[in-house]
């Protein structure tokens, strides 16, 4: 599902953020994504999503080859993936429903093909009777749960949550945690990036470190 061989990124001359990474993560698995702040989590999690590109390597995505791919191509694989920030990334003047909705809206679907499935999500992650609240009104644990249903909302095959659990006290951690194992027992590929490894030592789930800007996996 993701190949990456050789990979290296950084910004115009200053120093590697990344050196020569490679993984590959099969379909269906569970991954955490560990490391100290600015180990370099988000970039990596950034390449995948197709957001920048590898200054040298490989990177192939659901068995393509992506430093050749058009505009088009690039957008039909980043729709096969949802992503989940830390900083939420809701949008104040859209409700918790419409916020959750907008990925398929932007991708033209009707209000009619969607609008139970998107309630029946929000039910699924505890905001069933926050659906047309503006995200100003909601806690922060709220939006997160906000966040992770508009990640899930196009039916992605792959998900990667950018440390989704920071701003968020250890109950709240762990639920959220909760989704993400659900998400994965129904099929979905989850890569969780997070540095707590109180967290981590809940779910038996394969474990990626960056350290100095190299990946290693933890046996």
């Given amino acids: 599902m993701v190949e990456l061989e050789g990979v290296g990124f950084q910004y115009g001359e200053g120093a590697p953020i990344l050196s020569e990474v490679s993984v590959s993560l099969d379909p269906g698995s569970f ?11 988000t970039t990596l999690i950034r390449l995948v999503l197709l957001a920048v590109k590898p200054t040298r390597g490989r990177l192939r995505l659901f068995g393509e080859e992506t430093d050749s791919l058009g505009g088009g191509a690039l957008t039909r694989l980043r729709r096969r993936m949802g992503v989940v920030f830390q900083d939420f990334r809701l949008l104040d003047h859209l409700t918790t429903y419409q916020n ?12 009619a093909s969607f609008r139970g499935e998107v309630v029946e999500l929000l039910q699924w ?5 926050r659906v047309g609240v503006y995200p100003p009104t909601l806690s922060g644990g709220e939006k ?3 966040a992770i249903a508009r990640a ?3 039916r992605p095959e792959l998900i990667l949550a950018d440390e989704p659990t920071g701003n968020v006290d250890p109950p709240l951690a762990r639920r959220l945690l909760h ?5 994965n027992r129904l099929g979905t590929s989850v890569v969780l990036a997070t540095h707590d490894v109180a967290l981590m030592d809940q779910v038996d789930a394969g474990r ?7 990946l290693y996996r933890d046996p």
Avoid: C, N, T
């Fill in 179 to 183: 989704l993400f194992v659900e998400l």
């Fill in 144 to 146: 997160q749960r906000a």
């Fill in 100 to 111: 959750v909705a907008l990925p398929l809206v932007v991708q033209g679907y009707e209000e």
């Fill in 31 to 41: 991954h955490f994504l560990s490391g100290p702040s600015g180990a370099g989590k």
């Fill in 208 to 214: 990626l470190i960056l350290l100095d800007g190299r």
């Fill in 125 to 129: 992650v505890g905001l069933g009777d």
């Fill in 152 to 154: 899930l909302i196009a």
